[in-house]
């Protein structure tokens, strides 16, 4: 009973990579419980990003595919189709842009630029937002602490799985699918512990690669990396298109 409430809390959390740029998502990977409003996630955002709670606009991307406007404040962030991994992309339409490097084709120096008073360092300070915020180390202690925990988990339901073993695969929104453990451990790039593996039907998205790096051989779109919560071991049957 109480790995399965570990699961539970496990499956519950998104990891999203929050970014106000598409082009430079220059901030970590963040975790948050898909019970959450976006009214409650605008709020977290702001302390992270700057923009403020009450004129954000947040869209997920699939790296540059948007997926969906999460445009209803009192809606949880599990009821749009966002998945670990995707962008949240954070825009103020009020943000205060006007310290831009190059104005009407004149390119300030740095000197000129460091001396002007609303640098966004300035803006966050004087607004006591981001990093400046009094509650921001506070939130990002608790992140951090529940990042580890969550980790840990994650650890314990891995040890248990080995590769080679049959699974079905549970995946939210899309019906349970059969394969085999091809890998476990962790992935450059992404937090956390990942299990690859392979598909008895083409419903993967790669062939065991990642970003250029090949953690196991398989064909294309059989492949896939889950998180342990997802993985179910036992002895489940080889799927067959033809049956």
């Not at 970014?19 to 975790?31: H, V, Y």
């Not at 300070?125 to 400046?132: A, D």
């Not at 059969?178 to 392979?198: A, C, E, N, P, Q």
Request: glycine letters at 6%.
């Amino acid at each position: 009973m109480i790995m399965n409430h570990q699961e539970n809390q496990l499956s519950d959390m998104l990891e999203v990579y929050i970014c106000t740029k598409l082009s430079d998502p220059e901030i970590n990977t963040r975790r948050y419980r898909k019970g959450m409003t976006i009214n409650d996630l605008k709020n977290k955002l702001e302390m992270i990003t700057g923009r403020s709670a009450g004129t954000m606009i947040l869209s997920a991307y699939d790296k540059d595919k948007l997926v969906a406007k999460l445009d209803d404040d009192d809606s949880q962030l599990g009821s749009y189709p966002v998945e670990n991994g995707m962008f949240l992309l954070v825009e103020d339409p009020a943000y205060d842009t006007s310290d831009q490097d190059t104005i009407d084709g004149y390119k300030m120096t740095e000197e000129e630029y460091n001396a002007k008073q609303e640098t966004l360092k300035s803006f966050l300070m004087n607004n006591k937002l981001g990093k400046y915020n009094p509650e921001y180390l506070k939130q990002r202690e608790q992140e951090n602490l529940e990042k580890e925990q969550q980790e840990n988990l994650e650890k314990e339901q891995i040890d248990k799985i080995e590769v080679g073993q049959r699974c079905c695969i549970r995946l939210p929104n899309k019906p349970a699918q059969h394969g085999t453990v091809m890998y476990k451990g962790r992935l450059d790039d992404k937090s956390g512990y990942w299990v690859g593996v392979k598909y008895d039907e083409p419903y993967g998205k790669h062939d065991g690669s990642l970003n250029g790096k090949q953690y196991f051989q398989t064909l294309p779109k059989y492949g896939s990396f889950v998180t342990p919560s997802a993985i179910e071991i036992g002895d489940f049957p080889v799927l067959d298109d033809e049956l």
